[in-house]
């Protein structure tokens, strides 16, 4: 048969058949992986740096000290949550270990791993079904894992030729009754010449038997450990390249993504937003970095963004909106794609209010139509260049976005939360209830059977009724985190009502859950518990704002910001920088409401990092006084506690402050 959209051949034979006929099966692998290797490579290669995977050591102890800590996202057949877990309890030394773990990790034999792993460290003596299969089974501590063990194991015991070995093989993995009863005999006839009586003989054909059924070719497995090695090297060794390079043959697969995002900021590795100016369509390396790519935003696509790229490289980089609009193509650019770059902060650097970009899609493209039409009629500027006299991109300043609607607007252009999840707009909360992510609940160990509770936080997506097997109704609920998505089941009634409402309201909330795990399970399943809406409990915490600021001159602009958030019982302190030297210490109020919106809104005025919220916990034993615990000017510089928050009496007494004489509050 010949495939009308290909030049290639086809059979109609099944695998099964196509040997019958006289043919030979060949199995060729396209993996991407290979691709992301040469990427690497080529990344590295900018930087004057070059690499032949050919010629590395295979002993490097950095790679196995990652493996044994599971640090595998990205590391070809190592990187699900279940592989991360078994590389930390085997903690494998040795390539040959590498090459095990790979044929074992699969439903049937993944039940050895925990034998393997203690075998292997010591926690659990080395037994073999029989003496002579000592030097056949001594690399996987005396366990069937390879399809050539079982044939050295029949070569061995009872006498096979290589060919006889491979057709016992065949037959055990085929299960046809007629051909096992014959390889029965053989094997039991061959294995009385090595004085290994029927009875040992009928178990050790079972034992074989049984380990066949799912026996791995460990020639292939030793070609995936190679590659898996490879990838873990280019990890350790350069892991914004591998990053990079992972991310950029994942454009379209928002969910790895955003995994990826998540190892670079546990591996310390900054993640630059996508920006006009510096991205490519791809993924790239800048200064220790990894560089968004355009391309992997949402509905932009990779060409309209080659040409964008093309066009800086050639005419420098783009100095404004009007000089972005006057020398792109408006055929390779339409109002999704510009709302799509301006929503992901792309713009930023020309124009930083990513809401008025938004909403002036149409005009950019306008403009770009007109300057493209003057290029192309031949009007263009007297002293050259297009659009001389075109007039300046007006934008709608109606409204600036809120925090939350700039996270919305992030997860459209993205697929998912890039710069910060709607979560982390109550850190200062979740830190006193010790929360702790999905990605770190995975991280727990849970015996079969066994419970454990733990805090969470969420933010809830959807939630879908089921009914049980025992007919009892009960919640799924749709969650997600700064480090991914996942689901709970809720059988309470406060927690699926207090669930049911935040799904209606796209809500954050505390969540008490309960963590247990079955057989088969990667993955802990969490059962909620409780669940309190994170806005309702930052009104009932109390809450500390400290401002940076190192102008002077911004303290109207932010006390101005500050009037609209009175009413509340949060107290906000101003560290201001004196231009005659020192700093003033000046306690706004304690009467505020303070939240996430409030905090962004002032560090747009006062720089970024310049604004510090936190919770205090009442606790027994602790009173809420509204005296200064320390005199004017003092404590709060040296990291003492402010006033207004809670303090055992009587009050210690402080040395005076060290340093610059200070305003008092």
């Given at each position: 048969y010949r495939d009308p959209r290909s030049d290639m051949p086809v059979t109609q034979f099944d695998m099964k058949y196509v040997e019958a006929a006289g043919l030979v099966k060949f199995d060729f692998l396209g993996l991407k992986t290979l691709s992301?290797?040469?990427?690497?490579?080529?990344?590295l290669a900018e930087q004057g740096i070059a690499i032949d995977f050919e010629t590395l050591a295979w002993d490097d102890q950095?790679?196995?000290?990652?493996?044994?800590?599971?640090?595998?996202?990205?590391?070809?057949?190592?990187?699900?949550?279940?592989?991360?877990?078994?590389?930390?309890?085997?903690?494998?030394?040795?390539?040959?270990?590498?090459?095990?773990?790979?044929?074992?990790?699969?439903?049937?034999?993944?039940?050895?791993?925990?034998?393997?792993?203690?075998?292997?460290?010591?926690?659990?003596?080395?037994?073999?079904?029989?003496?002579?299969?000592?030097?056949?089974?001594?690399?996987?501590?005396?366990i069937f894992v390879y399809q050539e063990q079982v044939m050295e194991a029949a070569r061995v015991l009872a006498g096979y030729s290589l060919g006889e070995a491979d057709l016992l093989r065949r037959a055990m993995g085929k299960k046809i009754q007629s051909e096992m009863t014959a390889q029965r005999s053989r094997f039991i006839d061959g294995a009385s010449?090595?004085?290994?009586?029927?009875?040992?003989?009928?178990?050790?054909?079972?034992?074989?038997?049984?380990?066949?059924?799912?026996?791995?070719?460990?020639?292939?497995?030793?070609?995936?450990?190679?590659?898996?090695y490879h990838t873990a090297w280019l990890k350790v060794h350069h892991r914004p390249e591998?990053?990079?390079?992972?991310?950029?043959?994942?454009?379209?697969?928002?969910?790895?993504?955003?995994?990826?995002?998540?190892?670079?900021?546990?591996?310390?590795?900054?993640?630059?937003?996508?920006?006009?100016?510096?991205?490519?369509?791809?993924?790239?390396?800048?200064?220790?970095?990894?560089r968004y790519a355009l391309g992997a935003l949402k509905g932009v696509g990779d060409k309209a963004m080659e040409s964008v790229v093309s066009e800086r490289e050639r005419g420098g980089e783009f100095s404004s909106l009007e000089d972005f609009a006057s020398r792109i193509d408006p055929r390779c650019l339409n109002r999704r794609q510009v709302e799509s770059l301006a929503e992901a902060g792309a713009f930023d650097a020309l124009d930083p209010d990513r809401a008025a970009v938004f909403a002036g899609a149409e005009l950019i493209l306008a403009h770009a139509t007109s300057a493209h039409d003057q290029k192309t009629t031949g009007q263009e500027a007297l002293f050259g260049g297009a659009g001389g006299d075109m007039a300046p991109i007006r934008l709608p300043r109606d409204a600036q976005w809120t925090l939350a609607q700039r996270m919305a607007a992030e997860r459209d252009a993205f697929g998912y939360y890039f710069s910060t999840h709607p979560v982390e707009a109550h850190r200062h909360l979740l830190a006193a209830h010790k929360v702790r992510t999905y990605a770190e609940i995975g991280a727990i160990r849970v015996g079969e059977g066994e419970r454990v509770g733990a805090n969470m936080a969420a933010l809830v997506e959807g939630v879908n009724w089921r009914t049980s097997a025992r007919g009892r109704r009960y919640m799924m609920a749709n969650l997600s985190d700064?480090?991914?998505q996942f689901v709970a089941t809720a059988f309470e009634d406060d927690a699926t009502a207090a669930l049911e409402a935040a799904a209606r309201d796209g809500g954050c909330g505390l969540l008490t859950v309960e963590l247990d795990r079955r057989a088969g399970d990667e993955l802990p399943r969490v059962s909620v518990k409780r669940f309190q809406p994170l806005a309702g409990l930052a009104k009932r915490s109390r809450l500390q704002m400290v401002i940076q600021i190192v102008d002077e001159t911004l303290v109207a602009r932010i006390a101005a910001e500050l009037a609209g958030a009175k009413g509340g019982n949060g107290l906000v302190r101003l560290v201001v920088r004196i231009t005659t030297g020192g700093e003033a210490s000046l306690v706004?109020?304690?009467?505020?409401?303070?939240?996430?919106?409030?905090?962004?809104?002032?560090?747009?005025?006062?720089?970024?990092?310049?604004?510090?919220?936190t919770a205090r916990r009442n606790r027994r034993g602790w009173r809420w006084?509204?005296?200064?615990?320390?005199?004017?000017?003092?404590?709060?510089?040296?990291?003492?506690?402010?006033?207004?928050?809670?303090?055992?009496?009587?009050?210690p007494v402080r040395p005076p402050p060290v340093g610059p004489p200070r305003h008092r509050d």
């Open positions: 992301v290797l040469k990427e690497g490579q080529r990344l950095a790679v196995f000290d990652l493996l044994q800590r599971g640090d595998t996202v990205g590391v070809f057949q190592l990187e699900s949550e279940g592989m991360r877990r078994t590389l930390a309890g085997v903690k494998p030394t040795g390539f040959e270990d590498i090459i095990a773990l790979v044929s074992l990790y699969r439903p049937g034999p993944m039940d050895n791993i925990p034998l393997f792993g203690n075998r292997k460290n010591g926690r659990a003596p080395i037994a073999y079904p029989h003496p002579l299969l000592e030097g056949v089974l001594g690399e996987t501590y005396g010449a090595q004085d290994i009586a029927s009875s040992k003989a009928n178990e050790l054909f079972d034992l074989i038997d049984k380990f066949a059924g799912y026996g791995f070719n460990k020639s292939h497995a030793a070609g995936y450990a190679l590659i898996a591998f990053t990079a390079a992972s991310m950029s043959f994942d454009l379209a697969q928002t969910d790895k993504l955003a995994l990826f995002v998540e190892d670079m900021r546990r591996g310390g590795i900054d993640c630059l937003g996508p920006d006009i100016n510096h991205s490519h369509a791809r993924f790239t390396v800048e200064d220790g970095a990894v700064s480090s991914g706004a109020g304690r009467d505020f409401t303070l939240d996430a919106e409030l905090a962004a809104r002032i560090e747009r005025i006062a720089g970024e990092g310049s604004v510090d919220l006084s509204a005296k200064p615990r320390f005199a004017a000017g003092e404590g709060e510089a040296s990291g003492a506690a402010p006033q207004g928050v809670p303090q055992r009496c009587p009050p």
